[in-house]
Every structure is written in C-alpha cells, then in structure tokens.
C-alpha cells in the first residue's frame, strides 16, 4: 500500500480555493444551530410597560396617564424615542382624565341644582 504523503490520514484530498469543513464548523452562509445570523436587534425594555399604560388609560384614566408617562421616560432614557403604545397612553389618559373631570363636575353641578329646587323635597 503506497501512502501519498500529501493525503495522510487517508483523508479525501480537496480541490484548491474550497473550504475545507471539519465536525464542528458550518458551511458558509449557514449560522449556527439557534444563533441569530446578524444577531438579535435591541427591543425597547419599556415596551411592554407603554402597553400595559395604554389599556390603563381606557380603563382607568388617570393610573393609565402615570403609568404611560413612566414608560415614555423609561424608553427615552434608554434612547428609544419611538414608543408609541406609551404616547397614545399618555393623550388618552389626559383626555379622559380632562373629560372625567367636566362630567363629575357637570355631575355635582346637577345634584346641588335638583337639591335646590325642591323637586327632591316633594317626592
């Protein structure tokens, strides 16, 4: 048996200019098994805090304005300045708040106006 001193190992010989693979690397173009190829992109770590303040300003108006406001500094000192579930949070939350205002204004405008009239008085 004559042994090419060039092919030792009895390793198949390979073609000049094509990359040579071993049991632990990937061929190019393929990333590695569960890796991101370009690597993860950054998510804004008051996300999910801008969402939880959105809902809040529907439900509950004013918990929902703090709240979004919270996120709104949190994703701007973290350097995102797009954080619209936080923005919208915080317009409908003083929206909401304003209007809860006039109508429990509007609302005590009318008890004190039917307490007075004596129509309560009557019944």
Known sequence: MTQNPENQYDK???QY???QETATQQPYGQPAYGGAPYGA???DPAKTLGIVGLVLS???PIAGLIVSIIAKKKSEAAGFTNNT????GV???????????????????AIVALLN???YDSM
């Not at 579930?85 to 919208?88: G, L, M, N, S, W």
């Open 117 to 119: 009239s004596g129509a």
């Open 58 to 60: 529907i439900l509950v």
């Open 12 to 14: 198949p010989a390979t």
């Open 85 to 88: 579930p936080a923005k919208v």
């Open 41 to 43: 992109p950054a998510e």
């Open 17 to 19: 200019g094509q990359p």
């Open 91 to 109: 317009i409908l939350g003083w929206i909401l708040t304003i209007l809860g205002v006039i109508g429990t204004i509007i609302y005590i405008i």
